[in-house]
């Protein structure tokens, strides 16, 4: 038995059914269904006895408690987070509460879980932290790629909360010896993304016929990530990983934004042409870029191939064809993600586009 939290959300629902795709060790799944969390990421696992679902908080100490107390699992793997960094620039008290507080309630438990149980179980159990490359800050055009010795330099609220939760991980190993696992990812793509993130905001824009928003130039770089890979190297990680080492996660993909918009728009082109003829990137409009943007990222993840044997299965060329493809046969999950409040969200934020 695992425990997950965070398993409604993108990269934690397809961990989800990865994880029960290729193997038959139940996951119990607490999600507190934030708007960015979906019961419909899970539909397929509706009636499985392998997947026990629970809403709550992973700042709810005495719900995880509980369910550590009652399900006694081997594992506990954190996805759960605020992830967006816009939101995080209008309301960074949610990014601190959740970010900071709630993994610093949940490493507690989950430290008093740890130190209940029998030695052997004892030493087999693992926490993997699931972080971002965020922490590290922006690159020039020329450094070299992030690797798990770069200092942290943080500039959003996202990525300082997400730095301070890193931070209390590892203290929790140094000072009281839980054994934890971090895994540090680039840009993640693909299925059950929740369309405020570039690739899938772009996809339903374009399928609406509206204006494709594009920060600035366009030309802040990122690595792209299809998420079942990363979801194959958090598993490799909680197999293999040395405790209290981090793992920078990537995908060997480093793109522009404004490249990434305009592969979108010719798989669009291609596999759902607009009726006038014309090309999507007609849509693509330039906006004024977001406070204290981040130029470039980039992951070094030499180290996971190199003690662990593991490497991207997907090129960005079969992920982006695989996730446009997804999107374009999924239009009752892109259409009930689209609430009033997620309209209401994109109107405020891309307001000049």
């Given at each position: 038995?695992?425990?997950?939290?965070?398993?409604?959300?993108?990269?934690?629902?397809?961990?989800?059914?990865?994880?029960?795709?290729?193997?038959?060790?139940?996951?119990?799944?607490?999600?507190?269904?934030?708007?960015?969390g979906?019961?419909?990421?899970?539909?397929?696992?509706?009636?499985?006895?392998?997947?026990?679902?629970?809403?709550?908080?992973?700042?709810?100490?005495?719900?995880?408690?509980?369910?550590?107390?009652?399900?006694?699992?081997?594992?506990?793997?954190?996805?759960?987070?605020?992830?967006?960094?816009?939101?995080?620039?209008?309301?960074?008290?949610?990014?601190?509460?959740?970010?900071?507080?709630?993994?610093?309630?949940?490493?507690?438990?989950?430290?008093?879980?740890?130190?209940?149980?029998?030695?052997?179980?004892?030493?087999?159990?693992?926490?993997?932290?699931?972080?971002?490359?965020?922490?590290?800050?922006?690159l020039?055009?020329?450094?070299?790629?992030?690797?798990?010795?770069?200092?942290?330099?943080?500039?959003?609220?996202?990525?300082?909360?997400?730095?301070?939760?890193?931070?209390?991980?590892?203290?929790?190993?140094?000072?009281?010896?839980?054994?934890?696992?971090?895994?540090?990812?680039?840009?993640?793509?693909?299925?059950?993304?929740?369309?405020?993130?570039?690739?899938?905001?772009?996809?339903?824009?374009?399928?609406?016929?509206?204006?494709?928003?594009?920060?600035?130039?366009?030309?802040?770089i990122?690595?792209?990530?299809?998420?079942?890979?990363?979801?194959?190297?958090?598993?490799?990680?909680?197999?293999?990983?040395?405790?209290?080492?981090?793992?920078?996660?990537?995908?060997?993909?480093?793109?522009?934004n404004?490249?990434?918009?305009?592969?979108?728009?010719?798989?669009?082109?291609?596999?759902?042409?607009?009726?006038?003829?014309?090309?999507y990137?007609?849509?693509?409009?330039?906006?004024t870029?977001?406070?204290?943007?981040?130029?470039?990222y980039?992951?070094?993840?030499?180290?996971?191939?190199?003690?662990?044997?593991?490497?991207?299965?997907?090129?960005?060329?079969?992920?982006?064809?695989?996730?446009?493809?997804?999107?374009?046969?999924?239009?009752?999950?892109?259409?009930?993600?689209?609430?009033g409040?997620?309209?209401?969200?994109?109107?405020?934020?891309?307001a000049?586009?």
């Amino acid at each position: 038995m695992i425990l997950v939290t965070g398993g409604a959300g993108f990269i934690g629902a397809n961990f989800v059914l990865d994880w029960l795709a290729q193997s038959d060790e139940p996951v119990v799944n607490l999600d507190k269904l934030t708007y960015a969390g979906n019961r419909e990421n899970l539909a397929s696992l509706q009636g499985d006895g392998r997947h026990i679902f629970v809403q709550g908080d992973i700042g709810d100490t005495s719900l995880v408690e509980r369910l550590l107390a009652g399900h006694r699992p081997r594992a506990v793997i954190n996805f759960a987070a605020e992830s967006h960094v816009d939101r995080s620039i209008h309301g960074p008290g949610e990014f601190i509460q959740t970010n900071v507080v709630g993994t610093f309630r949940l490493l507690d438990a989950v430290r008093g879980y740890w130190a209940g149980l029998e030695a052997e179980h004892r030493q087999a159990f693992r926490f993997l932290h699931v972080s971002t490359d965020e922490v590290y800050g922006s690159l020039a055009p020329h450094d070299p790629a992030f690797a798990e010795t770069n200092r942290y330099e943080p500039n959003s609220p996202y990525s300082a909360s997400k730095a301070a939760s890193d931070h209390l991980v590892r203290a929790w190993h140094h000072t009281y010896g839980l054994p934890v696992l971090t895994t540090n990812c680039s840009n993640n793509y693909g299925p059950y993304h929740f369309p405020e993130k570039l690739i899938p905001l772009m996809i339903v824009n374009a399928l609406a016929g509206k204006p494709l928003p594009v920060y600035g130039d366009g030309m802040q770089i990122r690595d792209w990530l299809y998420v079942k890979d990363h979801c194959s190297a958090i598993r490799t990680v909680l197999a293999g990983g040395r405790v209290g080492e981090t793992y920078n996660v990537g995908g060997w993909n480093e793109k522009p934004n404004i490249e990434i918009v305009q592969t979108v728009c010719a798989l669009l082109d291609e596999l759902r042409p607009r009726p006038d003829g014309q090309s999507y990137a007609g849509q693509i409009t330039y906006v004024t870029d977001r406070p204290g943007h981040d130029r470039r990222y980039a992951i070094d993840a030499r180290k996971l191939e190199r003690e662990l044997g593991w490497r991207p299965a997907e090129t960005f060329e079969t992920g982006i064809r695989k996730t446009v493809r997804w999107y374009l046969d999924n239009p009752d999950w892109v259409a009930h993600v689209q609430s009033g409040a997620y309209r209401e969200w994109v109107s405020k934020q891309y307001a000049s586009a």
